[in-house]
């Protein structure tokens, strides 16, 4: 009798839910660039600029072609990337490009840029990379060992 009774309420339910209208939502306009009504460009089309508003405009249009934006262009050149380093080195970095009125990327960017010019500066550079790439992966290890005995007690 239970059994009997909880099947007419599971298909009690599920005809409810089959009944039960869904809400529709009208589908998004997903273009960049709307379109507006040809009414209002006729509206806006309709009246003429006066003699004033053509001059102006004659005077504050540049004579030559349009160019694309410089700003975006170097922009569209750009990687972005997390730099994780040293707490000590980040505290001297920010001082150093706060003094000289530099960032963090356009100070790696010249150092960079310097190492490719002096062959022996770069050897210095990698040298001191390799170093301290071998500690911090060392120092990850014993962190690791850390906790997995922390999971064992």
Same mark, same amino acid.
């Given at each position: 009798?239970?059994? /009997? $009774? ?5 298909? *009690?339910? %599920? +005809? ?7 809400? !529709? ?27 004033? /508003? $053509? ?5 504050? *249009?540049? %004579? +030559? ?7 975006? !262009? ?35 960017? *010249? ?43």
């Amino acid at each position: 009798m239970a059994i /009997e $009774e909880s099947t007419e309420r599971s298909d *009690a339910n %599920s +005809r409810l839910l089959k009944q039960r209208a869904r809400a !529709t939502v009208p589908t998004r306009d997903t273009r960049v660039i709307k379109t507006q009504p040809t009414e209002q460009l006729e509206e806006f089309n309709s009246t003429p600029p006066t003699i004033s /508003e $053509e001059v102006s405009k004659e005077d504050s *249009a540049p %004579s +030559r072609e349009p160019q694309p934006d410089v700003a975006t !262009t170097i922009e569209s050149k750009l990687a972005t990337f997390t730099l994780r380093v040293d707490d000590k080195v980040d505290k001297g970095l920010k001082s150093l490009c706060t003094i000289e009125n530099i960032s963090k990327e356009t100070f790696l960017e *010249a150092a960079y840029l310097v190492c490719m010019e002096n062959q022996e500066f770069m050897q210095q550079v990698l040298s001191i990379a390799t170093e301290r790439k071998q500690e911090r992966r060392e120092a990850g290890i014993q962190r690791r060992a850390l906790a997995m005995t922390r999971y064992l007690h």
